[in-house]
């Protein structure tokens, strides 16, 4: 290899880390939040991305169940509307319901995802759209499905894993209820 071709490998590699600094600033900002935030960063972004994807995957599930009946020879429309009957639900509205559960679901842990980057820029407004969220998930649930299908169909896991980030996020919202002050000492008060 020549001297030239060396310099410029070397320089695309400074280029593409000068952008990923780049990158890195423009979603985490340039200084890190608190120890509490950053844990709750942590857990909520990662609950929020594994309720999200089961919300895609169960909705492909019930958008495509020919596939699956077709390759696995599982029927999930018949399973689910058994499951329906068994939880009071008539005809196929359970199937229906499930559905637009999941769709909203989706866009409900998506908003999350997204809030808890706002948190760890110190958006301190975002730990109140993350509650609503919740809120909001679980008043689907129970107006969409029933509270029959929250207590016999909600797992242990969803239930406290949600209880926690609900409490966590509570108590972030109470402890930074305001937006930092300015402590400039430059500024002084008339």
């Not at 942590?42 to 895609?56: H, Q």
């Not at 009946?69 to 499930?98: M, T």
Request: proline share 2%.
């Amino acid at each position: 290899m020549t001297q030239d071709e060396t310099n410029i490998e070397k320089n695309e590699l400074k280029l593409f880390n000068s952008k990923m600094k780049q990158l890195k600033v423009g979603i985490f900002g340039s200084e890190k939040p608190s120890i509490f935030t950053q844990i709750l960063f942590y857990y909520g972004t990662l609950i929020s991305f594994i309720f999200g994807l089961w919300s895609v995957i169960s909705l492909a599930i019930l958008k495509f169940p020919n596939y699956i009946k077709q390759h696995k020879n599982v029927d999930v429309e018949a399973i689910i509307e058994l499951r329906g009957r068994e939880l009071g639900f008539i005809n196929e509205s359970f199937y229906a319901n499930l559905e637009n559960f999941h769709l909203y679901s989706c866009f409900i842990w998506l908003i999350c995802f997204i809030f808890f980057f706002l948190l760890w820029r110190k958006i301190y407004w975002a730990s109140y759209v993350i509650v609503g969220s919740i809120l909001v998930y679980y008043t689907l649930m129970l107006v969409i499905l029933g509270s029959t299908y929250y207590v016999e169909d909600t797992t242990i896991f969803d239930k406290t894993t949600l209880l926690l980030l609900f409490v966590a996020t509570i108590v972030h919202a109470l402890i930074y209820r305001t937006p930092e002050k300015s402590t400039n000492p430059a500024k002084t008060e008339n």
